[in-house]
Structure formats: structure tokens, C-alpha cells
């Protein structure tokens, strides 16, 4: 399977974007779905995950400022990114698992990555 994220850009600290994740391959709408964002010199970190039942979850540094969603009819998984702030900054993936455990915050739980893409807030 293959995953890729697009979307990303340089805006300015308030707005908005929005990322978009496409797959390859089959019973997309069977996965749990994720992004992850990394900044240069930390540690990946969990920002949402929206379950095969339509679940979401957030991490606590995005939760009522971006939204997560999908479609499973086109394979795509969207998050919406409002009110961005500079410590937004970092490049984001999309990922999928397999896991039913929920909510699904552990990257080590998504067994599917994509190849990320920049998102740079300034301020």
C-alpha cells in the first residue's frame, strides 16, 4: 500500500490549511487513519486519528483547531487545519492502522506511512 500526503505550504500564523492523504490498495474504509507530525529535533507526535467507524481523536496541542476526516468512497483522508500557530510548524504524515485499539495514538500501532509533507506557519 501506498500513502500520500499533500497540502502542505508556508502561511502565516491564523490560518488555515488543509492536508489530504490518498492510498492505494484495498478496504481503505477497514483502517484506522492518522497524521503524525515531526519538527526538526523532536520526536514524532500523534495529532489525530479518525477510526474505520468515523471515531476522531486529537492530539491536546490541536484538539478544536483541526479536524480530521475521510472519505472512503475516493481512499482520502483530510485534516483540516484552522487557526495555525508557529509551534505547528513540522513536516506531517498521514498513516495507517490496522490495530483496533482505540484510540490509536502510537505510531508504533500504524503499520503504513506516507512520505509527509511541509507545513511552516510563520508568524
Known amino acids: 500500500v501506498q500513502l500520500q500526503a499533500s497540502g502542505g505550504g508556508l502561511v502565516q500564523a491564523g490560518a488555515s490549511l488543509r492536508l489530504s492523504c490518498t492510498t492505494s490498495?484495498?478496504?481503505?474504509?477497514?483502517?484506522?487513519m492518522g497524521w503524525f507530525r515531526q519538527a526538526p529535533g523532536k520526536e514524532r507526535e500523534f495529532v489525530a486519528a479518525?477510526?474505520?467507524?468515523?471515531?476522531?481523536y486529537y492530539g491536546d496541542s490541536v484538539r478544536g483547531r483541526f479536524t480530521i476526516s475521510r472519505d472512503n468512497a475516493k481512499n482520502l483522508v483530510y485534516l483540516q487545519m484552522n487557526s495555525l500557530k508557529p509551534e505547528d510548524t513540522a513536516v506531517y504524515y498521514c498513516?495507517?492502522?490496522?490495530?483496533?485499539?482505540?484510540?490509536?495514538?502510537?505510531?508504533?500501532?500504524?503499520?503504513?506511512w506516507g512520505q509527509g509533507t511541509q507545513v511552516t506557519v510563520s508568524s
Open positions: 498513516a495507517r492502522s490496522r490495530r483496533t485499539v482505540w484510540p490509536t495514538v502510537t505510531a508504533e500501532y500504524y503499520d503504513s
Open positions: 479518525i477510526s474505520r467507524g468515523g471515531s476522531v
Open positions: 490498495g484495498r478496504a481503505f474504509s477497514s483502517y484506522t
